[in-house]
């Protein structure tokens, strides 16, 4: 792919989401100037901001840019402001809406802990140093889909709630495939969750893999796990791991909890993938994890670092760019090694002088954004 067919739809969305991605566009300009890699971006309004300019959380424009797209960059959506819209109305509508009808069924979530980050977890440095395992949560069906569900009142009066775990076998093994083709290009190892010793789904899915496994990744090494033990298990050694594969419910949960392994809201990236075209092209939305964070928006204090990892896996799993986003994920790294922080990684330390005394440098959002371009100067 050339400069000028890689196609790029930003929405920057609200709260923070513009602040760190006008710093994400230094690196795509550095990325232009130094590396020869160009992007066609087109850009548009999300969330609140699509609200404020279209009364609509996202209008089909935005919905056929990103269909037509090679990856959508997002920021943030939400906010005070918008909070007493009706449901439907709400700014959260619109990724709801982009996820839906790009059948983004994989989300791919890392939680890697960065050497000099090591004692912002709330584990202990020994368990969690060098930790870099890949979740990847099946996110269009299971049981926040499935069908009947809902709220019935009973003919004595007493109400009943009904949710269904549902999966086919197309669903499973799509997403299994996923798993098996990142780990070729990581450790060679999946761990499939699943509750197979309870749930009828959990028995499918393990019989799928499986099989999948033995017709086309028998050179992957599979292990299954039951999803509680594996929740145990992530706290008890994560290391163990390369990618794990789960289904919506219990990929909800694990991965929140592994990303907490590493500490920060604030340095977690997130990828959600379609299934292949047939020139094997994947539909593909990127995004940190975190919300708007309408508390520090607008003040110059959000880590950019989440939407520049998040770019960083664009760069490699839409556009193949691997070298390119070991930089940006090593200069991240390296910055954060000279003791450059915004606040949210100055956590647990007492005051600035604190800070200073351990080598640590406060910085605010673009600040960082250049600390990043600087250190990829250097590296190349
Ligand atoms: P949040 O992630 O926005 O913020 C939680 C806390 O983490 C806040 O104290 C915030 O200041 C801090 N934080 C988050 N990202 C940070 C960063 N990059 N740098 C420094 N500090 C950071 O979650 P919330 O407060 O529950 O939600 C705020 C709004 O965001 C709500 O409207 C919510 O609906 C929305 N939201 C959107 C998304 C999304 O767009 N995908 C995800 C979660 C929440």
Redesign the pocket.
């Known amino acids: 792919m050339t400069g000028s067919n890689r196609n790029l739809l930003v929405l920057p969305?609200d709260?923070?989401g513009p602040e760190?991605m006008n710093e994400v566009r230094k690196v795509i300009a550095w990325m232009g100037r130094k590396r020869a890699v160009g992007f066609d971006i087109k850009e548009d309004v999300v969330g609140g901001a699509a609200l404020d300019k279209h009364g609509a959380p996202i209008v089909g424009a935005t919905v056929d840019a990103a269909m037509e797209a090679d990856a959508v960059l997002f920021g943030?959506?939400?906010?005070p402001k918008w909070d007493s819209f009706p449901f439907e109305k709400k700014p959260?509508r619109g990724?709801l809406r982009l996820r839906k009808e790009m059948d983004l069924f994989a989300n791919l979530r890392p939680a890697k802990v960065f050497d000099a980050l090591v004692d912002a977890s709330t584990l202990k440095p020994e368990i969690v140093k060098g930790l870099d395992i890949m979740i990847i949560r099946e996110l269009t069906s299971g049981v926040y889909f499935g069908e009947p569900r809902g709220i019935t009142t009973l003919a004595g009066g007493e109400r009943e709630a009904i949710d269904t775990q549902r999966y086919t076998e197309g669903e499973i093994r799509r997403v299994c495939a996923v798993a098996f083709d990142l780990a070729l290009k990581r450790k060679n190892k999946v761990c499939s969750a699943e509750k197979a010793n309870v749930m009828h789904t959990g028995v499918l899915w393990r019989e799928v893999a499986t099989q999948l496994h033995k017709e086309h990744y028998s050179d992957v090494e599979l292990t299954h796990m039951y999803a509680d033990a594996l929740a145990m298990q992530l706290l008890r050694s994560p290391r163990q791991f390369d990618v794990i594969v789960t289904d919506n419910l219990f990929g909800d949960i694990l991965s929140d909890e592994a990303s907490m392994l590493t500490g920060s809201?604030?340095m977690l990236p997130s990828a959600s993938l379609g299934a292949p075209d047939a020139t094997g092209r994947r539909k593909a939305l990127y995004?940190?994890i975190?919300?708007?964070?309408?508390?520090?928006a607008g003040k110059g204090?959000?880590?950019p670092l989440?939407e520049m990892l998040s770019y960083a896996m664009m760069l490699r799993y839409s556009f193949d760019l691997d070298g390119e986003a070991d930089l940006v994920e090593r200069a991240v790294e390296n910055v954060l090694t000279a003791g450059y922080r915004?606040a949210?990684l100055l956590a647990g330390v007492a005051d600035d002088k604190t800070a200073a005394a351990r080598g640590l440098k406060k910085v605010g959002t673009q600040e960082m954004g250049d600390a990043i371009v600087k250190e990829l100067d250097r590296l190349v």
Do not use: K, R
């Not at 943030?76 to 906010?79: K, N, T």
């Not at 975190?290 to 520090?296: F, L, N």
């Open positions: 969305g709260g923070i760190v943030s959506v939400g906010g959260e990724l809201l604030g995004e940190p975190h919300g708007s964070a309408p508390d520090i204090l959000a880590n989440a915004t949210d």
